[in-house]
Structures are given as C-alpha cells and as structure tokens.
C-alpha cells in the first residue's frame, strides 16, 4: 500500500514481532481425554504442554495427535539422562500443528535394555531423529530398520550424552596417512597434566608461594610518623624568579577585572597592526603559462572538457 501525505489511513499495531501462537486454554483437557488409558502423566511448563504415554503405546498416541487433532510434524526427538531413575532415559517426541499454530510435547521412559517403538511409520524424518538419540544415548529403537550411529565414527564405544561417559578416554582417533583411513590408537599426551590454581588476587593464597620463603622473615617496614614537607623554596626547584614568571597573566585583563586564561573570562582584543589575510585571488585572472623551452608538449589537453563536435 502506498501512504502519501495526504493518507489518513491508520496502520494496523504491531505488539510483537513474533508469531502469536494459540492458547493452551483447555487444549491438555481434550488431548488426555483423547489419548485415554496411553496417558501416564501430564503438566504444563513454560507456556507448553507435555504429556507422558506408555513406551509400549507410543506410535498410537503419535498417530492419533497427527491424524485427528492436525499435530502433522516431527520437529525434533531428544533424550535425556536421568541415571538415578530405575529406567534412565526420557525421549522427547516435539510436535507441531501448522494449522493451529501449536506445539506439544509427548515423552516416554527407558532404560537401557527397553526398546522404544519406532515411529519411522508415521514420519520418515523420524529415521534420523532416533539414529542421533541412540549414538547419543544408547536408546534403541525396535522396527528402525537402519540403526547406525549417525554423529561419532565407526568403531566408537560408549555413548556420549550419557552422564556417566567419561571425559577422558583411553583411545584416540586419528587419520593415518600410511594406511589411508581412521585408525585408533592409546592415548599420548605430549606434556605432563598441569593443574592450574586460580586463586583471588584480593584474598591472595592461603599458603606460602614458590620464591616467597624468605618473605616472612623480612623485617616489617616502620609505619610513617610524619610526613615530610619542603622547609624553603630552594627544595621545591624553584626560585623567586620562576615564581614571578608564574604570576604573570596570559592575557590582558578583561574590562570586569578578571584575567583571561586564568579560568575565568575573554581575552581583551588587541590590534596588532597586521591585515588578517584575505581571499586567494582567481585563478581565471592569471596569465597563461610559457610555452616549455625543451619542447614538450603540455597536458593541457587532456584537462581540458570536451566541447560541443568532439574538440576540445
């Protein structure tokens, strides 16, 4: 639309640049009443509802959100680790409405010998999404008919997103060029472990320091009694003269007594007798120059702008 000055058509107000996403308000009512006995729990969290089915009654409960209440997308599927529950892990399924504008969350529990169901059946994006949480993880998936790690490299033992992975293992990885391809190998370190000490440099350490032994036997410096002050000008570096210098004002004195330069006032305007320089004179009025004696060409030419008929 075009908004000239003479419009006074009003523009319709923006009150957040994001997408307004639909109200909650009794969405979690219809959706467990839907999913019936499959429910184990549900809450709603961060402006979210997320609502826990049975492992075994996952890819029902997915069918049934997608095909009667338009959940139509697989976002994401994550996990999570909880090492002290009796099953571990927590997978995550995020689901979109694109016709209503709305995301749940659906999760069901694990362990490590529990396979999940796959729902490669109800999205094949979903392929993916499940080969990351079991290289993650260690989750398996029954019905995946591919598997694979998807993230760590061939041969990789463990699964890094569990809490329980070490930080430091006992093989590295490596491409060797003799043999042309990833070869594993016990771990080198090429310096000795160091453990740094960060200690405050306000609080300093609670112990004695490398090179600081002698320090405590060093005899205390004597607190000052007075402070020392200069008896005559001669300490100071100065002389009567300086300080006569000194005195002088920087300017004449301005018509209401004060001295200019000295914080406060203008300076008097003196005449010093001397033109203030002028204008430059026209370079129009001044004479050609001579002709070169040792007969070269000037450029005059080629500054000059052509003229009408292409000459210059």
Same mark, same amino acid.
């Given at each position: 639309?075009?908004?000239?000055?003479?419009?006074?058509?009003?523009?319709?107000? #923006?009150?957040?640049?994001?997408?307004?996403?639909? /109200?909650?308000?009794?969405?979690?009512?219809t959706l467990?009443a839907?999913?019936?006995?499959?429910?184990?729990?549900?809450?709603?969290?961060?402006?979210?509802?997320?609502? &826990?089915?049975?492992?075994?009654?996952?890819e029902?409960?997915?069918r049934?959100?997608?095909?009667?209440?338009?959940?139509?997308?697989? !976002?994401?599927?994550?996990?999570?680790?909880? +090492?002290?529950?009796?099953?571990?892990?927590?997978v995550?399924?995020?689901?979109?409405?694109l016709?209503r504008?709305?995301?749940?969350?659906?999760?069901?529990?694990?362990?490590e010998?529990?396979p999940?169901?796959?729902?490669?059946?109800l999205?094949?994006?979903a392929?993916?999404?499940?080969?990351?949480?079991?290289?993650?993880? @260690?989750?398996?998936?029954? &019905?995946?008919?591919?598997?694979?790690?998807?993230?760590?490299?061939?041969?990789?033992?463990?699964?890094p997103f569990r809490?329980d992975?070490?930080?430091?293992?006992?093989?590295?990885?490596?491409?060797?060029?003799?043999?042309?391809? #990833?070869?594993?190998?016990?771990?080198?370190l090429? *310096?000795?472990?160091? /453990?740094?000490?960060? !200690?405050?440099?306000?609080? &300093?350490?609670?112990?004695?320091?490398?090179?600081?032994?002698? =320090?405590?036997?060093?005899?205390?410096?004597? +607190?000052v009694?007075?402070?020392?002050?200069?008896? /005559?000008?001669?300490?100071?570096g /100065?002389?009567?003269?300086?300080?006569?210098?000194?005195?002088? +004002? #920087?300017? +004449?004195?301005?018509?209401?007594?004060?001295?200019?330069?000295?914080g *406060?006032?203008?300076?008097?305007q003196?005449?010093?007798?001397?033109?203030?320089?002028? =204008?430059?004179?026209?370079?129009?009025?001044?004479? @050609?120059?001579?002709?070169?004696?040792? &007969?070269?060409?000037?450029?005059?030419?080629?500054?000059?702008?052509?003229?009408?008929?292409?000459?210059a």
């Amino acid at each position: 639309m075009r908004f000239g000055m003479g419009d006074r058509r009003l523009m319709a107000s #923006v009150l957040h640049s994001a997408p307004r996403y639909a /109200s909650n308000e009794g969405v979690r009512d219809t959706l467990i009443a839907a999913l019936g006995d499959m429910v184990l729990d549900s809450r709603e969290d961060h402006g979210e509802i997320a609502i &826990g089915v049975k492992r075994e009654a996952i890819e029902d409960a997915l069918r049934l959100l997608r095909d009667e209440h338009d959940y139509q997308q697989l !976002m994401e599927i994550a996990g999570v680790d909880f +090492p002290a529950r009796a099953e571990r892990f927590e997978v995550v399924y995020m689901l979109l409405s694109l016709t209503r504008n709305h995301r749940i969350r659906v999760m069901v529990h694990a362990a490590e010998d529990t396979p999940v169901p796959t729902v490669t059946t109800l999205w094949p994006n979903a392929g993916w999404l499940e080969r990351e949480v079991f290289d993650m993880y @260690g989750v398996l998936f029954a &019905g995946n008919t591919d598997l694979r790690r998807i993230l760590t490299d061939y041969g990789f033992e463990g699964h890094p997103f569990r809490k329980d992975f070490p930080l430091t293992g006992y093989n590295e990885v490596r491409y060797s060029e003799e043999e042309k391809r #990833v070869v594993y190998e016990p771990v080198e370190l090429p *310096q000795d472990f160091r /453990s740094f000490d960060f !200690m405050s440099p306000w609080e &300093g350490a609670d112990y004695i320091l490398p090179g600081d032994e002698k =320090a405590a036997a060093a005899p205390a410096t004597p +607190p000052v009694v007075e402070a020392k002050t200069t008896d /005559s000008p001669a300490q100071t570096g /100065s002389s009567a003269k300086t300080d006569a210098k000194a005195a002088e +004002p #920087v300017a +004449p004195a301005a018509p209401s007594g004060t001295v200019a330069g000295q914080g *406060q006032g203008d300076p008097v305007q003196v005449k010093t007798g001397i033109d203030e320089p002028g =204008a430059p004179e026209p370079t129009e009025d001044r004479p @050609g120059r001579p002709a070169r004696a040792d &007969g070269t060409k000037d450029t005059g030419g080629a500054t000059q702008t052509e003229k009408p008929g292409g000459r210059a």
